[in-house]
């Protein structure tokens, strides 16, 4: 039997008298680490939320928090060695993670039982996923890392193993299963496009949807008992995000259809949650009708994620896209805007680019006001390498001087500037942060305030600090980078 961990914390006298004689005169606050406690205190208001002094960030356990990330899987939950990789994350500065249901990698388990002859029983349930599932959430709930689930996987249910697919092996394809056939449910053997062509039944088994077909309500049945599992343990943790899709480019009515799925179920077990869609359109935010629906909906899709952008997009354009998004969002009561993934690695030719683009982009996302940032799994991206941990080690020495949620972007307050040389976000007269992708000289407009500010620079390639120095206010002051590798400057009172 685990013997629970308690905590006994003395009041005044504690330090100058015996224990037990202190307990007497001043009273005892006492807790222990038991799963009743666990799950009271994630039943008060200690829940992942919209910050209640600014709601374009994230508040947990009753604090602001600001989400960064970097793991080298997405589906973390199957990951071996799971709990060193959240320790290391935890322990460069790192509170959140990507988790998709998935289960296409070498080594991963399906969600439902397979019998000794391969086949799968969707009426049963594998028992190692779950467990795999599980302690995921148990072990992000006691290191307060934040989970931000995405429900369906496109790349699960199109192409085949190898050219990153699986529906040659997935339990949801007939041929794979004894819980139903081709002929009952409309599906077919193979999906071989890309499933941005959406082209996969799967993904319109909701009535009215264009390809939707009477004979899916089979398919649909079991994807409500995934669900409905999957939500068996999240509900009892406060620390996850519900995003429904990754990537999508299938039409709303599938999203929302699982949106409003999950929340009624939230709701009957009294719980408020945060919860959105994930569109593949959102680099061209302009031309994709669905992605400013999604903007324009702040009561249905409670925080965006805009992850998309992050690939594509690359130094100036990229900042320009972000603050186009923001600036339409502010146009609607104020929520989080979060990047559960940042591209950047192998300069694939979808536009992931270089490693280097990964960091540069996770830094213009922060100075851009985002509230969460989480570089890609490799080769898409930096995973949790030592250009991850540097800018997540240098964002958390940032964050000692002036917190992002404090500032905002303040282009205007810098000149002489090149394009993509350097980015600001400042509470004027207060803080500022300064963002240089690489080396770079500019002038900040300090013309307002007179005081002196404490200026230091902070090493984005190592997370280490830099030289520090005093600022006179009065006048535009010169900046310039000790180097080229890439460099925050924070500037306080």
Same mark, same amino acid.
């Given at each position: 039997?685990?013997?629970?961990?308690?905590?006994?914390?003395?009041?005044?006298?504690?330090?100058?008298?015996?224990?037990?004689?202190?307990?007497?005169?001043?009273?005892?606050?006492?807790?222990?680490?038991?799963?009743?406690?666990?799950?009271?205190?994630?039943?008060?208001?200690?829940?992942?939320?919209?910050?209640?002094?600014?709601?374009?960030?994230?508040?947990?356990?009753?604090?602001?928090?600001?989400?960064?990330?970097?793991?080298?899987?997405?589906?973390?939950?199957?990951? #071996?060695?799971?709990?060193?990789?959240?320790?290391?994350?935890?322990? @460069?500065?790192?509170?959140? +993670?990507?988790?998709?249901?998935?289960?296409?990698?070498?080594?991963?388990?399906?969600?439902?039982?397979?019998?000794?002859?391969?086949?799968?029983?969707?009426?049963?349930?594998?028992?190692?996923?779950?467990?795999?599932?599980?302690?995921?959430?148990?072990?992000?709930?006691?290191?307060?890392?934040? @989970?931000?689930?995405?429900?369906?996987?496109?790349?699960?249910?199109?192409?085949?193993?190898?050219?990153?697919?699986?529906?040659?092996?997935?339990?949801?394809?007939?041929?794979?299963? +004894?819980?139903?056939?081709?002929?009952?449910?409309?599906?077919?053997?193979?999906?071989?496009?890309?499933?941005?062509?959406?082209?996969?039944?799967?993904?319109? $088994?909701?009535?009215?949807?264009?390809?939707?077909?009477?004979?899916?309500?089979?398919?649909?049945?079991?994807?409500?008992?995934?669900?409905?599992?999957?939500?068996?343990? $999240?509900?009892?943790?406060?620390?996850?995000?519900?995003?429904?899709?990754?990537?999508?480019?299938?039409? @709303?009515?599938?999203? #929302?259809?699982?949106?409003?799925?999950?929340?009624? =179920?939230?709701?009957?077990?009294?719980?408020?949650?945060?919860?959105?869609?994930?569109?593949?359109?959102?680099? =061209?935010?302009?031309?994709?009708?669905?992605?400013?629906?999604?903007? *324009?909906?702040?009561?249905?899709?409670?925080?965006?994620?805009?992850?998309? +952008?992050?690939?594509?997009?690359?130094?100036?354009?990229?900042?320009?896209?972000?603050?186009?998004?923001?600036? =339409?969002?502010?146009?609607?009561?104020?929520?989080?805007?979060?990047?559960?993934?940042?591209?950047?690695?192998?300069?694939?030719?979808?536009?992931?680019?270089?490693?280097?683009?990964?960091?540069?982009?996770?830094?213009?996302?922060?100075?851009?006001?985002?509230?969460?940032?989480?570089?890609?799994?490799?080769?898409?991206?930096?995973?949790?390498?030592?250009?991850?941990?540097?800018? +997540?080690? *240098?964002?958390?020495?940032?964050?000692?001087?002036?917190?992002?949620?404090?500032?905002?972007?303040?282009?205007?307050?810098?000149?002489?500037?090149?394009?993509?040389?350097?980015?600001?976000?400042?509470?004027?007269?207060?803080?500022?942060?300064?963002?240089?992708?690489?080396?770079?000289? @500019? =002038?900040?407009?300090?013309?307002?305030?007179?005081?002196?500010?404490?200026?230091?620079?902070?090493?984005?390639?190592?997370?280490?600090?830099?030289?520090?120095?005093?600022?006179?206010?009065?006048?535009?002051?010169?900046?310039?980078?000790?180097?080229?590798?890439?460099?925050?400057?924070?500037?306080?009172?």
């Amino acid at each position: 039997m685990k013997i629970p961990q308690c905590r006994f914390e003395l009041l005044s006298f504690s330090g100058l008298v015996p224990a037990a004689i202190a307990l007497f005169l001043n009273g005892m606050i006492y807790s222990c680490d038991t799963a009743e406690n666990r799950e009271h205190a994630e039943n008060s208001d200690a829940w992942l939320k919209p910050y209640a002094e600014n709601p374009h960030y994230w508040e947990y356990q009753r604090k602001p928090v600001l989400l960064l990330g970097a793991t080298d899987d997405d589906n973390l939950f199957q990951m #071996n060695g799971l709990e060193e990789h959240l320790d290391l994350l935890r322990q @460069v500065g790192g509170n959140y +993670i990507r988790n998709t249901m998935s289960s296409r990698d070498s080594g991963n388990v399906w969600p439902f039982y397979q019998q000794v002859d391969g086949l799968y029983d969707l009426d049963r349930w594998g028992d190692e996923y779950w467990t795999r599932f599980e302690s995921l959430l148990k072990l992000c709930h006691e290191r307060d890392i934040i @989970v931000q689930i995405e429900v369906w996987d496109r790349f699960d249910f199109s192409r085949s193993m190898g050219i990153d697919g699986a529906w040659d092996v997935n339990p949801f394809n007939p041929v794979n299963t +004894i819980t139903y056939t081709l002929e009952e449910t409309g599906l077919v053997e193979e999906y071989p496009s890309h499933p941005a062509s959406d082209l996969q039944p799967f993904f319109h $088994t909701v009535p009215g949807m264009a390809n939707y077909d009477p004979k899916l309500d089979l398919v649909r049945k079991y994807q409500e008992k995934f669900v409905d599992k999957m939500l068996s343990y $999240t509900l009892d943790f406060g620390n996850v995000l519900y995003c429904m899709n990754n990537e999508t480019s299938t039409p @709303v009515e599938w999203g #929302n259809y699982w949106i409003d799925f999950i929340r009624a =179920k939230a709701h009957e077990k009294g719980k408020e949650i945060a919860i959105t869609d994930m569109y593949d359109s959102f680099y =061209k935010v302009n031309e994709c009708e669905k992605c400013l629906d999604m903007i *324009a909906k702040p009561e249905y899709y409670t925080f965006l994620d805009i992850s998309q +952008i992050n690939s594509r997009n690359f130094g100036q354009a990229h900042w320009d896209t972000l603050q186009v998004i923001m600036q =339409k969002r502010n146009q609607y009561a104020p929520r989080p805007v979060n990047h559960t993934k940042i591209y950047g690695g192998g300069n694939y030719g979808f536009g992931s680019g270089s490693n280097e683009d990964g960091v540069e982009r996770f830094g213009r996302n922060l100075l851009g006001g985002s509230a969460s940032v989480r570089h890609h799994r490799p080769p898409h991206g930096n995973g949790l390498n030592d250009k991850a941990i540097g800018i +997540i080690e *240098a964002t958390r020495k940032v964050e000692e001087r002036v917190r992002f949620w404090d500032v905002e972007p303040a282009m205007e307050l810098l000149s002489d500037r090149e394009e993509n040389e350097a980015y600001l976000a400042a509470k004027q007269g207060e803080g500022y942060i300064l963002y240089f992708p690489k080396g770079g000289s @500019v =002038k900040l407009d300090l013309s307002a305030y007179s005081e002196r500010f404490s200026a230091a620079w902070v090493s984005v390639a190592t997370g280490e600090w830099g030289e520090e120095y005093a600022v006179e206010g009065g006048d535009f002051r010169d900046v310039t980078t000790p180097d080229d590798s890439g460099w925050y400057l924070v500037i306080s009172e």
